[in-house]
Nanobody, 127 residues
Framework: VQLAESGGGLVQSGGSLRLSCAAS????????MAWFRQAPGKEREFVAA????????NYVDFVNGRFTSTRDSAKNTVTLQMSSLKPEDTAVYYC?????????????????????WGQGTQVTVSS
């Protein structure tokens, strides 16, 4: 399985960016695809997840309605639409995927849950 992210870049505070992640090599029926981010000197943190077996999403609190993650099961892709970006959103954003089902969706917020990772895409928000 390979995950390929695209769409990062430089944007001013208050602006918007859209990240995409395409999975190739297999189709997912269970589990999730997720977005994580890692700022310099900080641990990788969960941002959002889309579940393959249900049309629901899971977001971390700091997103606060600013980000929307959508999935296209037919294309094996997820898209993260980010708006009202802040300088503190600056980080490398990673796409991740797992085909393991957990009844507790909070398990999908953990880095260790995911088997497959993309190479990351830089998002820089200037003040």
């Amino acid at each position: 399985v390979q995950l390929a992210e695209s769409g990062g870049g430089l944007v001013q505070s208050g602006g918007s960016l859209r990240l995409s992640c395409a999975a190739s090599g297999r189709a997912f029926s269970y589990g999730a695809m997720a977005w994580f981010r890692q700022a310099p000197g900080k641990e990788r943190e969960f941002v959002a997840a889309n579940f393959w077996s249900a049309p629901t999403e899971n977001y971390v609190d700091f997103v606060n309605g600013r980000f929307t993650s959508t999935r296209d099961s037919a294309k094996n892709t997820v898209t993260l639409q980010m708006s009202s970006l802040k300088p503190e959103d600056t980080a490398v954003y990673y796409c991740a995927a797992t085909d393991v089902y957990y009844s507790n969706h909070y398990a999908y917020r953990s880095v260790g849950t995911y088997t497959y990772w993309g190479q990351g895409t830089q998002v820089t928000v200037s003040s």
